[in-house]
């Protein structure tokens, strides 16, 4: 069931009878609703207010209701249009649905059919925004706050996803496990604000060394994870050298935007299904590359060894 919303009307028409007469009905029905004699004292309103649904008389002096909702789709694209037209003008109702307009009404106006009429477009305009709404808190769910990049449970997702799309088919891909290299002693010595501006400025480095069809996620802390469709080990090594060449070679600024310094990652791969073919056989293996590549020295990449 979609949250009750106290919708936003306007009604344009140069019509003063016509105009008090929906305006009485609307706000009767308990609609907040204001209106306008022309087009364009209407666009002003529009430009200012915000609006769930207009409600426009076609033919006025000056801008008339096709120009007017060309105009307002130009500021404002989601809000709802129904056209008022004459019993023998359906010919421009029709032109104004084509442009967009949900419905239309005749007048003289049948007030029963107007309130069924108005009280669909409503409910599509609360569907439509319910709609936005979960989208934005689904991405929100997704996403890491700080890097912007997928977050550590949406990875896991991700991950038996490709597993089960690339087994199917079959094909390899790659999983890279990058670590940066020490980053508690950055911290200390910058700040956690710098730090969190390193972490920034590192997700952005990995993003730009990457395909679009990559899907960068922050594993925890200075730990990123980098799933590499379609991609087998020789190509996933050298996506793996270039993302530690432009982490190297990052601009790192601190919360003043000043440059501060340059820091280094170590990174582990790990191809599917030569280095493992579960979620957790292939993290592990790309967990114990990664360690590889500290132990031998850090700020390199090491491939994992292929499953006995």
């Known amino acids: 069931m979609t949250r009750q919303h106290k919708a936003n009307i306007l009604v344009v028409d140069d019509e003063e009878v016509s105009r008090s007469l929906l305006n009485d009905f609307l706000s009767d029905i308990g609609y907040r609703v204001q ?7 209407a666009l002003n309103i529009a430009k200012t207010n915000p609006l769930d649904l207009i409600i426009t008389d076609m033919r006025m002096p000056g801008m008339t209701g096709l120009e007017l909702i060309r105009s307002v789709r130009q500021i404002n694209d989601e809000v709802c249009f129904i056209v008022i037209t004459g019993y023998s003008s359906i010919e421009t109702a ?3 649905i084509r ?8 007048k003289p106006y049948n007030l029963d059919e107007m309130k069924i009429i ?3 477009a409503i409910e599509r305009q609360n569907l439509l925004r319910d709609s936005k709404e979960k989208e934005y808190y689904r991405e929100l769910s997704i996403l890491d706050g700080l890097t912007q990049v997928y977050n550590h449970r949406y990875f896991h997702e991700l991950l038996v996803r490709e597993i089960n799309r690339s087994a199917r088919y079959p094909q390899a891909f790659s999983l890279m496990m990058l670590d940066l290299d020490n980053f508690k002693g950055f911290n200390d010595s910058y ?10 400025e590192v997700a952005q480095s990995i993003i730009n060394s ?9 594993y925890g802390g200075e730990e990123f994870v980098v799933i590499m469709p379609q991609t087998n080990k020789d190509g996933g090594k050298i996506t793996c050298e270039r993302v530690r060449v432009a982490i190297e070679a990052a601009s790192i600024k601190d919360d003043k935007g000043d440059e501060i310094g340059k820091i280094t990652a170590s990174i582990g791969l790990a191809t599917f299904p030569e280095n493992g073919q579960t979620k957790e056989s292939l ?3 790309a967990d114990v590359a990664l360690y590889e590549a500290k132990k031998q020295g850090k700020n390199r ?6 499953k006995q």
Do not use: M, W
């Open 99 to 106: 442009e967009g307009a949900y419905d239309y009404i005749s």
């Open 210 to 218: 990457l395909r679009r069809v990559d899907l960068v996620c922050r």
């Open 118 to 120: 108005i009280e669909r």
């Open 191 to 200: 700040g956690h604000l710098s730090g969190d501006c390193a972490l920034r």
């Open 35 to 41: 209106t306008a004699e022309n087009g364009e004292i």
């Open 94 to 96: 029709i032109a104004a």
């Open 301 to 306: 990449v090491c491939v994992a060894q292929p």
């Open 283 to 285: 993290i592990k293996s």
